[in-house]
């Protein structure tokens, strides 16, 4: 069984109206949430996308206060939505795919404890899908052996078979 890890650009698609929302909402429909996980420092890069969009006059007040409200509600507070911490260790191991894939600090942390989840689920059996539209980070994830969704790029026929 294949659970799902969605970085932040995939985050936004569910809090946001925006290319591949539609595939973010089906995938999370789809499955439990127990089956989802986020880094927690994913959830102040949602926000940040959401205050940006609000400043930028592309949201309006009720629009902005809503989506942060379900920030709060469907990240934050909801116990089976995990949100992972990252440790020391995994930021020190995480530097050096800084420079192997050309990727910034966030995804190379988020790459190494996407690695470090799945290997965890491998060993239980299952595999863990990184759910993401930064193509930087995806080749990233592919170069190192992880299996990817592009709610961008990819189909719902793509998004069936890892369901």
């Known amino acids: 069984m294949n659970c799902f890890l969605l970085d932040a650009s995939a985050l936004c698609k569910w809090f946001l ?24 420092l994913n959830v ?28 709060a509600e469907d990240l934050v507070r909801d116990p089976s939505f995990r949100l992972m911490l990252a440790t020391g260790l995994q930021i020190e191991q995480s530097w050096h795919f800084i420079e192997e894939h050309s990727i910034n600090a966030t995804d190379a942390l988020l790459l190494r404890c996407t690695l470090d989840l799945a290997a965890a689920h491998r060993a239980d059996g299952d595999d863990l899908v990184l759910v993401a539209a930064d193509q930087r980070l995806l080749a990233a994830a592919q170069a190192e052996g992880l299996q990817t969704f592009d709610p961008e790029e990819d189909d719902q026929a793509t998004l069936d078979t890892l369901l």
């Open 17 to 40: 109206p925006e290319p591949g929302s539609g595939l973010v909402d089906r995938l999370l429909t789809a499955v439990d949430r127990s089956r989802t996980v986020a880094l927690k």
């Open 44 to 71: 102040g890069e949602v926000m940040s996308a959401i205050v940006r969009r609000h400043n930028r006059g592309l949201l309006s007040p009720l629009s902005y206060a809503a989506a942060l409200a379900s920030v």
